[in-house]
Structures are given as C-alpha cells and as structure tokens.
C-alpha cells in the first residue's frame, strides 16, 4: 500500500493559482532531495556509486541541477539531453550517453563534454572513430536474448532492439582494446517500471558473473558496471515501492559473492533511474471546466493528454484527488476527460471520486516522470508550465508555460502566410 499526498493545502494551492493559471506541473524539491539521498545512501557500500538520472523522464535543467547537487550525474539518449546536463551543470564522466541508432552529432558533442559513451552496437565502434574519435573509455550495453528464456520478470530481450548479443560482446571489446581503448565499462537495461525487488538482484548477478567472465576470457578488467533504470514507482495506492535498502544490501551480497573473489572487487557500480527519482513528485493540477452527462458521467479539465500521456497512451493508472475533498466518500464515477478531438483523451475511466464541481482543482498524481516529457502540440495544444515548491514553501517557475506565438512560430518565415 502507498499513500497518496499532495504537498499543499487547498487554499495554498489557491494562491499559487493566482500567480500561476492552471494547468501546471508542479514538483515538490523536498521530496525529491529526500528520495535521490534515501537511493544513495543504499549503494553507499559500492565503490564510487553513480547514479546518472535518465534525462528523457523530466528534462528540465533545475530538476537535474538539484539532483546534481545531491550526487548524480545523468544519463543522456540525444543531443538535447547532453545539452540540458552541461547546463544543470553536470561534467566530464557524470555524463553517460546511452543513445541508440545514434546520429554522429551525439557521439560529437558527448566527446566534447569529455562523457562517458554506452555503445548500443559493434558496428557503432567503426562509427563512433570516424566520427568523433575513439575516447579512451568505452562501454557497451548488453543484450542477455533469449540466454534467460523462461524469466517472466525480464520480457523477451531478444525483441528488444538495444544492445549487442553475447557473442558481439566479447569481440566488441578485443576490437576496442586493439584500437587502443584501455578503460571499459558494460551495460544493461532489461525492464521497465517494474515493482518487484528481486528483479534487480537478477541484472545485478547476471552482469556481476559477465565481468567475471570478461577478465577470464579477455584478460579484462572493467572499471564501471551499469545495472540501468526500471525501478517502477506505485502508480496505484494498492502497489508497493521498490525498497532500495532492500535491493542496494542484497546487492553488496553479490558483489561480494562474485566480484570480490574474482579479483575485480573495485568496480565502479552505476544507475541511470528516471522515473523512480522523480515520478512521485509531481503533480499535474487542473481545473474542472465542464461536467457532462450523457451514456456516462465525465468531468471536463483545462488540461489534456498533451500535458499528460501516460493514460491515453499506455492505459496507465494515475491517482487523481480534488483539493478540499481529500476526505470525501469517493462516490461517483467519473470518466475524467481532457479536450482534444481524440476520444483516448481520458486521464481516467469509470474513477470512483467524490462529488465533483465546475471550478475544483483535479490534482493528477505521480506525473514527474514522462509527463510534461512527453508532451506534444496536436490539435495545436499547448504544454503547460512546470513550477518547482521550495524547501521553504515559496514557488519558482521552472519552465514557462507555451504561447500561441510559441505554436506558431515554425510558421512564421520569410515568405510565409503568417
Ligand atoms: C529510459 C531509460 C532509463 C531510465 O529508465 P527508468 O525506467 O525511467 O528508470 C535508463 N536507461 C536507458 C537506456 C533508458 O532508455
């Protein structure tokens, strides 16, 4: 079971909406700062931890630069990416890039910021010298296939597009080491929002006994091992949370057990989490414009699944409350929908909630990670604003929300009609 809480009161809330017109994101900094130091404390047994926070979940240089300032680097999958971590602030190795089917430009500007690069093919080594010259550090990112057949937890990796076969793998790193790279690092990144604890314990022992077979085959040594993203967050008050002491001992248990014995027991361990470092803390909050009642009921809000995709997209589950009526018996059901033209524009189906009124503020939760991300303008919809609540309880604008001059711009050239 998860709780679900939203930082401010009603009437806080209402304040803040006078300065700041809704819809808006709004993420809480505290919990943030709280959660990232709870996940480090974990792996604070793991030599030179790192954890590069995956870009792509909220790209927005103050959430990177406060995770920064906690300890973590990033993990960047394009140019924009890289772009956005130099100016959060993050250098040199804190930066991973983790990109695929990768456009020269990437592989330019991560060796102009000194990054680490994760290869997602053996052919990209080729490229990469080409393009941009070999760095002396490489890493490459592994696709375990079909080996884990019959493990419900890791899916079908061998329909995944990433990574480099088993095979690849070992050759990938005699190519490398006779071009003359000598500091190499190995990679994965098998599941997705995933609850269960045990999983991670899985990649960990899997890339543990690969290094292990790494020095014994080649007579290398890596120097970083990236066990990648996935811890999923409970979406729906009846799911549990990852817990990271749990997984951070269990895997000092295995590091233990097979690198340590092995010889390679100094290697640096790393992360690139997304979602779990900022999904539950933030909130996308609306207005209710127009209640409708037809076939079903529906609640109409200012916002729509261009602020928030997730449950058009992917039927995912949010947590949705009204300011004021935390306390309500949730006794209606409400189809709550956004305006576009598409009828999956719903943030939620047949949701039990309390009596609704035109005018209440409908607080999606959980929206931190691929919500604002994965915004878009169709239908000529505009993403909202992001507004970062302080430690000490005032609010910062953290992105503007878009204009019509923004939607129109690309429209405007010389020659055009506007
Ligand atoms: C998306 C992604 C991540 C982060 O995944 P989360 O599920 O947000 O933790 C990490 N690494 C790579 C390569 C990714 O594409």
Known sequence: MTEKTFPLTKEQLERIIEMHPTPFHIYDEKAIRQNIRRFLKAFSWAPRFREHFAVKATPNPRIVQILREEGAGTDCSSLAELILSDVAGVRKEDILLTSNDTPAEEFIKARELGARINLDDITHI??????????????????????????????????????????????????????????????????????????????????????????????????????????????????????????????????????????????????????????????????????????????????????????????????????????????????????????????????????????????IHDAGAHGHAMGFNYNGKLRSAELLLREDGSVELIRRAETLDDYFATLRFPGSMM
């Open 126 to 363: 080729d490229y990469l010298e080409k393009h941009a010259g070999l760095p002396d550090f490489l890493c490459f990112r592994y696709n375990p296939g079909s080996l884990i057949e019959g493990n419900d937890i890791i899916g079908k990796p061998e329909e995944a597009k990433y990574g480099l076969t088993r095979e690849q793998l070992f050759n990938a790193y005699a190519i490398a080491r006779e071009k003359g790279v000598h500091r190499f690092g190995l990679h994965t990144m098998v599941f997705s929002n995933e609850l269960q604890n045990d999983a991670f314990l899985f990649t960990a022992e899997m890339m543990f006994k690969l290094a292990v077979e790494i020095k014994e085959r080649l007579g290398i040594t890596l120097e970083y091992i990236n066990l990648g993203g996935g811890i999923g967050i409970p979406y729906h008050p009846d799911q549990d949370a990852v817990s990271y002491e749990y997984v951070g001992d269990a895997i000092h248990k295995l590091y233990d057990e097979i690198l340590v014995p092995a010889g390679i027991g100094d290697i640096m361990l790393a992360t690139e989490s997304g979602r779990a470092m900022t999904g539950p803390f933030d909130w996308l909050v609306t207005t209710v414009l127009h209640e409708k009642n037809t076939y079903k009921h529906y609640i109409g809000l200012d916002a729509c699944m261009a602020n928030l995709m997730r449950p058009a997209l992917y039927g995912a589950y949010h947590h949705i409350t009204v300011a004021g009526k935390e306390v309500a018996p949730l006794d209606h059901l409400y189809d709550v929908t956004g305006s576009l033209c598409e009828n999956n524009d719903k943030f939620a189906i047949d949701r039990a909630l309390p009596k609704i009124e035109i005018g209440d503020r409908v607080i």
